[in-house]
């Protein structure tokens, strides 16, 4: 990301403090945050947020952060395709699934999505998962709100 930047073409986030209790919530369930979800599963729901909500600065954020953290490039770029894929372990889809689920909030299909979770996910990463769903949630609608255009540098 060094020959990018983002121009805010909306507001500046810090004149609320909105964006405060963002970055504090990033700290304990952003892509740095030291959690018991597996790190490689927890950068491939927030990249499939930043997907599912179409922002830039989160797109170009996660995908570096998904190969920085090792994350095979076929697998990143497949995400999208996900359910069609024997890529993904089944704790991957499950996870997939929920993160779609709590991010549409299917209000019908949401229940079930919870309970395939406990096949494969402890009650504390289930609850790890949800956070990062939401976090990512929050930052993506967050950057849309302001405008974060990315500008490439020449």
């Known amino acids: 990301m060094d020959d990018i930047t983002f121009t805010n073409t ?3 986030p810090d004149l609320v403090a909105f964006h405060g ?3 504090e919530m990033a700290k304990s369930v952003g892509y740095t945050a030291d959690m018991s979800v597996d790190a490689k599963l927890a950068q491939l729901l927030r990249l499939r947020v930043a997907q599912m909500n179409a922002c830039s600065y989160c797109l170009i954020l ?8 090792g994350i095979h490039s076929a697998k990143v770029a497949h995400l999208a395709s996900w359910p069609e894929s024997t890529m993904f372990s089944p704790a991957e889809l499950v ?7 709590l991010t549409d909030y299917d209000l019908a299909g949401f229940p079930p999505l919870h309970q395939a979770m406990t096949d ?18 929050l930052w993506t609608r967050l950057k849309l ?10």
């Open 10 to 12: 909306r507001f500046d």
């Open 21 to 23: 209790i963002a970055k």
């Open 62 to 69: 996660h995908t570096k952060a998904a190969h920085d953290q």
């Open 95 to 101: 996870a997939l699934a929920y993160c779609e689920g």
């Open 120 to 137: 494969h996910f402890s009650d504390t990463e289930i609850a790890e998962i949800a956070a990062i769903v939401i976090n990512m949630n």
């Open 145 to 154: 709100a302001q405008g974060a255009t990315p500008v490439q540098e020449t």
